[in-house]
């Protein structure tokens, strides 16, 4: 299969008491962190993206009046959002396109958007619960939890119909 390694945008460090005080320098650095992150890790879940943001931020937890700014920010710029079960995918305003590799990186199972899972499924050639464990184990895991278990049979549906 072909696999890349999984790119990390290079993000700028904000003060997040700043974004509260309505800083324009700071919604500016914001902007360009979303966009940066979803220009260079696109297909990217939303989940990945405050990750990221939290890791520029400084900070454990993203507040709903920071996510509801990034929610603004993201509709501004026209991102285009597509479903994963479990959360939205983010891709650059150009639209959707194609993934015909896995990127190689350190993320959950369910943050690995399903247009990109699809080539672990397909290449794997299995079905149910043996495709479930062989995907687990190529990630380095040992224990199929329900919520892994639910995304890969929404991962292997979608590879499927594609």
């Known amino acids: 299969m072909k696999a890349k390694r999984y790119e990390y945008a290079n993000l700028k460090k904000m003060d997040l008491n700043s974004l509260y005080e309505g800083s324009q320098r700071t919604e500016e ?39 509801d700014i ?45 247009q990109e899972m699809k080539n672990l499924v397909i290449e794997l050639n299995k079905n149910g619960e043996e495709l479930y464990r062989a995907i687990l184990a190529h990630f380095g895991g040992q224990v199929l939890s329900k919520k892994a278990e639910l995304y890969l049979r929404y991962c292997e549906e979608m590879a499927c119909e594609e």
């Open 29 to 67: 650095l914001l902007e360009e962190n979303i966009l940066e992150v979803v220009r260079v890790e696109a297909p990217v879940t939303m989940n990945t993206l405050k990750a990221r943001l939290r890791e520029a931020f400084n900070i454990g937890k993203i507040s709903q009046k920071a996510l």
């Open 70 to 114: 990034i929610n603004d920010i993201i509709k501004d710029n026209e991102l285009v959002i597509t479903d994963n079960l479990y959360d939205k995918v983010l891709w650059p305003r150009s639209g959707k396109f194609n993934v015909d590799y896995l990127r190689d990186g350190d993320r959950q199972i369910y943050d690995i958007p399903h």
